[in-house]
């Protein structure tokens, strides 16, 4: 049996939750330059003093993931970036759709079908300056009914991808994947898993 593998991925959004309509559209936010900390696309954020930070583990309720950012380098040219770099000021764009699914990796710990329904928090990570991407992944030791976890496990990624394919993530071990949506927010409070 192949074994899964870290890597970068953070919160991968996919598409939808049945029942709710698509919506691509991105929210634009702000970054001020005193944040001492890089953000990177699929990272959880808050909004705190009405600019976002990156949420930290234990966050119990998040403000959305982040997509992209577009800022001003020292020389003056404008960037469009997966990630925002730290102590720069950026216009970010965020995904806070109610129903957005997204892909996310366990930490060390398999998860299995009965964590499916139920609510999940998160751990941080190191996000990747190259590909931009985030290090967070969903964090296998905090999974309960709990309301105030911000994130609900819809279905295993083995449910989309059979493990026999040898694909990373779907194998029922360490490391393996689940698609998750926003359970408890700053737009919508929590709600207890089953």
């Given at each position: 049996m192949a074994v899964n593998t870290t890597g970068n991925l953070g919160f991968k959004h996919i598409g939808f939750l049945?029942?709710?309509?698509?919506?691509y559209q991105l929210h634009a936010k702000y970054v001020q330059s005193s944040n001492a900390t890089a953000i990177y696309h699929g990272d959880p954020v808050v909004i705190s003093g009405g600019y976002v930070l990156g949420a930290t583990s234990g966050t119990a309720a998040v403000d959305g993931i982040l997509d992209s950012c577009v800022y001003i380098d020292s020389t003056g040219r404008t960037i469009q970036s997966p990630y925002v770099?730290?102590?720069?000021t950026a216009t970010?764009?965020?995904i806070?759709?109610?129903?957005?699914l997204f892909q996310v990796q366990s930490n060390?710990?398999?998860l299995t079908?009965?964590?499916v329904n139920r609510n999940v928090g998160f751990v941080t990570g190191t996000g990747s300056t190259f590909t931009g991407l985030s290090g967070y992944f969903l964090d296998a030791g905090n999974i309960a009914t709990t309301s105030t976890y911000p994130f609900r496990i819809v279905q295993l990624y083995s449910d989309y991808v059979p493990a026999a394919t040898g694909i990373n993530?779907?194998?029922?071990s360490s490391y393996n994947m689940a698609i998750v949506t926003f359970n408890n927010t700053d737009f919508r409070a929590g709600t207890s898993g089953t």
């Open positions: 049945p029942g709710y309509a698509p919506d770099p730290a102590s720069q970010v764009y965020v806070d759709a109610a129903g957005a060390n710990t398999a079908q009965a964590n993530g779907a194998n029922a």
